[in-house]
């Protein structure tokens, strides 16, 4: 069964990290719109002093734990928490193993996902990350299920984050800063499911390519 | 973007860093966290603490309300961001004179998560933690809905309670009450003229087309109720009262306190303008001003524009609004 | 023009009203003129008044700066323009206890004017009257020419002490020399990062082109010695420093006083990230800083930029800038 | 003797306040590149001020003394003492006449002058209204010294005036407000040098029709 060596973290962790920071400008823009405007420069400020600090052959589970520590007492906002819990529980499932396999990997995203509500209670339809992460850890789930390898469950994963990720557009903001908008704030991408969507991305292609 | 920058990324410890020289008489920073700002009368032993925080961006506030009197420890964000849970407890932790600290903070996604768990690490370390959470701001859901709405400048007048009530010895339920009591009797509104620019990002984070004006925006730029025709500050001084009396319940005879603030950009003399129109609204409808303030008291960068808070005073608010401060933001 | 107005025509009247208003615990309007703002402990009974006067613009200057301890009657002008010969006898008549009236002033050709025929119709009234006339600014003409430099932020300072020597009960002889030496100890420098516009204008009254600067602005935008590149703000603040350092007589061990005042738009922190970096600065040349003031104290509408202010302290402008105040400009 | 009737003041001191209002712009304009832009509001408010308080029938002293007092007493700023003390000292000098004849004008200008000089102190070369104001009132004089009459010394002041106020432009000021920039102010007409400019002309011309 295909899987990935657990201290390939440290380099796959810092490849999500610059797609963090090369999308700084975006998120922020996409933020601006119907936010305060800063979730690109938070987010770039965090992930890359992460990747300043992680190792290069950091085990993933020290690696996310690395990028939680600095989201969750650095940077705070809202991502501190959530992303913070994110990639704390995300760490905790992975500790102590040698290699990533399909299954390992489902139970760290599961883990994550369950992180992020905890803190934030949010559900799919509030147009939060929740749109992003939530179909795409159920598709995940659901093609490992359905007989899917780890890389075709990864791709199924990422269409479905893309999906989630722009289902936003079409909805209201129920939750957070843009809640208070009604209406107004139909029409636009919710940062968060926008950054959830890239790092679920980058973490997929990442893994792919170290599947051996 | 024409602005004082060194590097964005440095900007908040940079301010943070002047202000605690600018104002050592009144505050320190806390030796183990750089973004955690003291009173230089706290922790007063047997007094309960009083802390708020929120993200950088505002100044004075959140951190120029250290004082005496006022708030004992701001938690510090980046621009427009909450601070983390790790300094919230850190600024719970040097609030903390044994008797409870109450936490006053507004209403936002990332501060209630990170007063959350701060609250439940201090729990742990068996400091007693209530909270207070800000929710002035009319125009950010309906009445049914309070419990949604922001926090934006009465958290300066819910501060100045709290400080006042922990001074007079009260117990922490009690100066979680008068908070409550206060930012309960406070209504707020606001109207953007201009957008502001976060140095990180460069450019306008939202935009308002000349001749226009937002009507109900938010602290951080957040799109209010309406964009409207930029009125005659006469107008919009009626528009503005309006939206927050008729969320109120005053009656005639009523005494207030009332808060105009510029969000960083608009002059001041502009400020008593609006001023001036809404005492004498006020002053119609037999409604007394005990106390107004009028400046740049919690501001959003250079945006454009004005808030304004009506709080409805009983004996208790009066009495504890009266009592004396010194904190940088009401001049030191 | 995003901005806050009626008839522009009317934005004195209504400032000045809404001013009186907002602080009528500390200050009263001149029931005889309607530009001479008062404060509420003026005249004293044989005690020197103080008075100043200026354009309009520049809030909280000069109205805010009425109080206890400070000025006793402020003649209000036009924005940007001095006040009338008359605004300026009112209020010399408004703050006279008996004692004679010292008029403390920024050297402007219209308010040189105004006040010297003031003071001459005062003196047919029998009020004596000494003036001071501040030039702190040290881009407006070379250190030969020392009286023909505007007077800027330095002015507060020099009503600060001329207010607290008049407190002690100094004569007006001793009143005058104590605010000369205060004007005489201060240098100041501006830089201007955007213009303001004047709302009878409408559209900015000079220029800045994006990433330029300014340096040696005037308060209304008069052009000052340099327009160079934007650059950091630390850069900036040691340039600000340099320039007044270099027509000051300060030794290490020296004392100082440090204003550093936005001139209306530039947010609060980035007047904290100056101050950061100039009291290290300051530090490294073993010059103290006794008192810091930070923040918009004397502004030009909305122009982007700041002044910087030093003033030499020795024993008796240390004592009198700790006189306690109260006026609204320091916060009530 | 060509002269006017001492109450077409009225009529004639409006005319003038209504060019100044028209130029509002255009001085705050000029005034705003090396002053602080106010001279324009100013002077539009102050005369505007002053025409609506002046009866059609005023005699000429009265209509200049209102519009001295307006300046003096509710506008301030520089042109408050400076026109203030021009207005009212030319007021003096016709005070009771019935009619305003050449050498009648002539000391009216002189008187004007004068009073400009005595708060001002400021001399020909300073880049100040003393620039158009001196030599305009000299032209007239010297004009009706060499045997003009009035409506031709009136012609030669304009043409005086003219040249004096652009004289303004390659001087550097050395007096009020841009004296501070050296030779930064060279290169642009000086506002009151402006304004002076303006009410001397619509003088001229008022008084020219007037002539019987
Ligand atoms: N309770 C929540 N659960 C999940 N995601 C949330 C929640 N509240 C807000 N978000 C996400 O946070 C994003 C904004 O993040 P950011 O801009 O960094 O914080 P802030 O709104 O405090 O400025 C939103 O786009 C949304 O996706
Ligand atoms: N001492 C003086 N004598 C004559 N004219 C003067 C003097 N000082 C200034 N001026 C004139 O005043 C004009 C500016 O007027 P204004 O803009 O109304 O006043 P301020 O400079 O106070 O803003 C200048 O253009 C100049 O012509
Ligand atoms: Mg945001
Ligand atoms: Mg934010
Ligand atoms: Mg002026
Ligand atoms: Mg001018």
Redesign the interface.
């Given at each position: 069964m295909a899987s990935f060596l657990a201290t390939e973290g440290g380099t796959l962790v810092k490849e999500v990290s610059a797609v963090i920071v090369e999308n700084r400008?975006y998120l922020?823009?996409i933020?601006?719109?119907?936010?305060?405007?800063?979730h690109?420069?938070?987010m770039a400020?965090g992930f890359g002093r992460a990747a300043d600090r992680i190792p290069d052959d950091a085990p993933l589970a020290d690696a996310l734990a690395i990028l939680s520590d600095v989201l969750?007492?650095?940077?705070?906002?809202?991502?501190?928490?959530?992303y913070g819990m994110m990639f704390s529980d995300m760490a905790d499932t992975v500790r102590g193993q040698e290699r990533v396999d399909a299954p390992g990997f489902g139970a760290m995203l599961r883990a994550g996902l369950e992180g992020v509500r905890g803190?934030?209670s949010a559900e799919v339809g509030d147009k939060t990350l929740m749109d992003t992460l939530v179909p795409a850890v159920e598709a995940y789930e659901g093609a490992l299920g359905a007989g899917s390898d780890f890389a075709a469950a990864l791709e199924a994963m990422k269409t479905a984050a893309e999906k989630g990720r722009d289902s936003t557009i079409d909805l209201v903001a129920r939750?957070?800063?843009?809640?208070?908008?009604g209406e107004?704030s139909r029409g636009v991408l919710d940062a968060g499911a926008t950054s959830c969507c890239l790092i679920l991305v980058a973490l997929a292609d990442g893994a792919v390519r170290r599947l051996g | 973007m024409q602005r004082f920058l060194n590097n964005?990324?440095d900007i908040v410890d940079e301010t943070v860093r002047g202000f605690v020289k600018a104002h050592h008489n009144l505050v320190r920073l806390d030796p183990n966290n750089p973004r955690v700002v003291v009173s230089a009368s706290a922790p007063s032993q047997g007094r309960v603490g009083i802390v708020t925080g929120g993200?950088s961006g505002h100044e004075p506030a959140f951190i120029g309300y250290t004082g005496r009197n006022m708030v004992d420890a701001v938690a510090v964000?980046?621009?427009?961001?909450?601070?983390?849970?790790?300094?919230f407890l850190d600024a719970i932790k040097a609030a903390n004179g044994g008797a409870g600290v109450a936490v006053l903070y507004g209403n936002?996604?990332?501060d209630n998560?990170?007063v959350k768990?701060a609250a439940k690490m201090a729990a742990k370390e068996g400091i007693e933690v209530l909270t207070v959470v800000a929710n002035d701001d009319v125009?950010?859901?309906p009445t049914a809905e309070r419990e949604?709405?922001?926090g934006v400048a009465g958290e300066i007048l819910m501060w100045k309670i709290g400080g006042a009530k922990a001074a007079t010895g009260a117990a922490l339920s009690e100066v979680q009450a008068a908070a409550q009591k206060a930012i309960d009797a406070c209504r707020s509104v606001g109207v953007g003229l201009a957008p502001c620019t976060?140095p990180?990002?460069g450019h306008p984070?939202?935009e308002i087309g000349p001749g226009k004006m937002e009507i109900g925006i938010?602290h951080?730029?957040?799109?209010g109720v309406e964009v409207s025709d930029l009125k005659p500050a006469d107008q919009i001084a009626d528009d503005m009262l309006e939206i927050v009396l008729a969320d109120h319940d005053l009656s005639a005879g009523a005494e207030v306190a009332v808060l105009v603030s510029g969000l960083g950009a608009t002059p001041v003399n502009e400020l008593y303008v609006l001023y001036d129109r809404i005492e004498t609204r006020l002053a119609k409808r037999d409604i007394k001003v005990h106390r107004a303030l009028v400046g740049n008291y919690f501001t959003s960068l250079e945006m454009m524009g004005a808030t304004l808070t009506i709080m409805a005073l009983d004996d208790e608010l009066r009495t504890l609004l009266d009592t004396e401060v010194a904190c940088p933001g009401f001049g030191g």
């Amino acid at each position: 069964m295909a899987s990935f060596l657990a201290t390939e973290g440290g380099t796959l962790v810092k490849e999500v990290s610059a797609v963090i920071v090369e999308n700084r400008s975006y998120l922020s823009e996409i933020d601006g719109r119907i936010g305060d405007g800063d979730h690109g420069a938070n987010m770039a400020k965090g992930f890359g002093r992460a990747a300043d600090r992680i190792p290069d052959d950091a085990p993933l589970a020290d690696a996310l734990a690395i990028l939680s520590d600095v989201l969750m007492s650095e940077i705070g906002g809202s991502m501190g928490p959530l992303y913070g819990m994110m990639f704390s529980d995300m760490a905790d499932t992975v500790r102590g193993q040698e290699r990533v396999d399909a299954p390992g990997f489902g139970a760290m995203l599961r883990a994550g996902l369950e992180g992020v509500r905890g803190v934030g209670s949010a559900e799919v339809g509030d147009k939060t990350l929740m749109d992003t992460l939530v179909p795409a850890v159920e598709a995940y789930e659901g093609a490992l299920g359905a007989g899917s390898d780890f890389a075709a469950a990864l791709e199924a994963m990422k269409t479905a984050a893309e999906k989630g990720r722009d289902s936003t557009i079409d909805l209201v903001a129920r939750i957070g800063r843009a809640s208070r908008l009604g209406e107004r704030s139909r029409g636009v991408l919710d940062a968060g499911a926008t950054s959830c969507c890239l790092i679920l991305v980058a973490l997929a292609d990442g893994a792919v390519r170290r599947l051996g | 973007m024409q602005r004082f920058l060194n590097n964005p990324d440095d900007i908040v410890d940079e301010t943070v860093r002047g202000f605690v020289k600018a104002h050592h008489n009144l505050v320190r920073l806390d030796p183990n966290n750089p973004r955690v700002v003291v009173s230089a009368s706290a922790p007063s032993q047997g007094r309960v603490g009083i802390v708020t925080g929120g993200g950088s961006g505002h100044e004075p506030a959140f951190i120029g309300y250290t004082g005496r009197n006022m708030v004992d420890a701001v938690a510090v964000g980046e621009i427009f961001s909450s601070p983390t849970a790790k300094s919230f407890l850190d600024a719970i932790k040097a609030a903390n004179g044994g008797a409870g600290v109450a936490v006053l903070y507004g209403n936002y996604a990332g501060d209630n998560m990170n007063v959350k768990m701060a609250a439940k690490m201090a729990a742990k370390e068996g400091i007693e933690v209530l909270t207070v959470v800000a929710n002035d701001d009319v125009s950010s859901a309906p009445t049914a809905e309070r419990e949604k709405r922001r926090g934006v400048a009465g958290e300066i007048l819910m501060w100045k309670i709290g400080g006042a009530k922990a001074a007079t010895g009260a117990a922490l339920s009690e100066v979680q009450a008068a908070a409550q009591k206060a930012i309960d009797a406070c209504r707020s509104v606001g109207v953007g003229l201009a957008p502001c620019t976060l140095p990180a990002v460069g450019h306008p984070n939202f935009e308002i087309g000349p001749g226009k004006m937002e009507i109900g925006i938010g602290h951080h730029g957040e799109p209010g109720v309406e964009v409207s025709d930029l009125k005659p500050a006469d107008q919009i001084a009626d528009d503005m009262l309006e939206i927050v009396l008729a969320d109120h319940d005053l009656s005639a005879g009523a005494e207030v306190a009332v808060l105009v603030s510029g969000l960083g950009a608009t002059p001041v003399n502009e400020l008593y303008v609006l001023y001036d129109r809404i005492e004498t609204r006020l002053a119609k409808r037999d409604i007394k001003v005990h106390r107004a303030l009028v400046g740049n008291y919690f501001t959003s960068l250079e945006m454009m524009g004005a808030t304004l808070t009506i709080m409805a005073l009983d004996d208790e608010l009066r009495t504890l609004l009266d009592t004396e401060v010194a904190c940088p933001g009401f001049g030191g």
